[in-house]
Every structure is written in C-alpha cells, then in structure tokens.
C-alpha cells in the first residue's frame, strides 16, 4: 500500500464571516460554493462555506482580499496533513466514520476522525498524479495526537498487509 503523510506549511488559511464575504471573495476573483458545507476547488487551494454567510479561504497567500466590506477575516491556525498514494482509502476506513474516498475531487467534508472534529478536502488531482489528495486540517491543539494517530495506523495496515 502506497501511503504518505505529510504537514502541510504552504497553505494560508483565512476564515471570512459576515454579511458581504462571499461578495469580497467574488471580487478577489474567487468562485464561492454556493450551499453550505460545499467546497470550490481554486488553483491554490480551495474555499470552503461552512456557514450561511462564513467561508474558509486555503490558499498560497497571493490572493489579495478586499479592505472594505462588512465582514471580519482571521487567520486560522488548523494543523493541516496532505495524504496521498493509493493506500490512503484503507488508512481512512481504519479512522473514520464517513468513507472520504467516495468524496468527489474538489468534496469537502467536516466530520470526526480518530475520535477529534476535523475538516476533509479531497484536492484534485495534479497532472498525471491518480488519486488525488485527501487535506485533513484539524484544531492545532489536536496536531501533535493525529500526527501519532495517522503514522501508528499507516505502519500497522502496512504490517498487516506484509504478514
């Protein structure tokens, strides 16, 4: 089974809540999802509605957000792992409750997993790469413990698999 975890450090995340956000990420040139928890995948990242009027932006850090509007944004700190290979289907089956290989490229999903709230996005795949990533972001506080989580299960489904 081909399997790797990795932190993810090069997405910007930026929470943007309130009346006018989806118009300040529009006018940045962004598409917005238009149902709640639904995810629009952009060429850096993804946007991400998880509420009537709040959105979840993931990105490089190059796209220049609007000053004015009525609506406030936030850094957000959420530790992020991408895995990748075809082997991440069966580690996700051994840790969540939803089977996030049925999501479509581009699907968003806020579920729990290994027993802690966390947010899924099955990125599309880069050229010639099959299949395509899973983007696993979780409360930073949490970091430390899925990291061990992910690693033990990979190493045990990788041993059960050699026995």
């Given at each position: 089974m081909s399997l790797r975890i990795a932190i993810v450090d090069d997405l910007r995340l930026l929470q943007l809540v309130g009346p006018g956000a989806a118009?300040?990420?529009?006018?940045?040139?962004?598409?917005?999802p238009d149902a709640e928890q639904?995810?629009?995948?952009?060429?850096t990242g993804f946007v991400a509605r998880t509420g009537r009027a709040a959105f979840l932006l993931a990105d490089d850090g190059g796209t220049g957000l609007p000053?004015?509007?009525?609506?406030?944004?936030?850094?957000?700190?959420?530790h992020v792992f991408r895995v990748t290979g075809a082997g991440w289907p069966g580690l996700m089956a051994e840790l969540c409750a939803l089977d996030?290989?049925?999501?479509?490229?581009g699907g968003w999903l806020m579920t729990?997993?290994?027993?802690?709230?966390?947010?899924l996005f099955r990125a599309p795949p880069a050229p010639g790469a099959a299949p395509p990533d899973l983007l696993i972001g979780c409360d930073p506080s949490h970091g430390r413990y899925l990291t061990t989580t992910l690693e033990t299960v990979a190493a045990s489904c990788a041993e059960s698999r050699d026995n």
């Open positions: 118009e300040v990420l529009q006018r940045a040139g962004l598409s917005c639904q995810a629009v995948a952009t060429p000053d004015d509007g009525p609506f406030w944004a936030f850094p957000a700190a959420d996030p290989a049925l999501l479509a490229e729990r997993f290994a027993r802690i709230a966390v947010w």
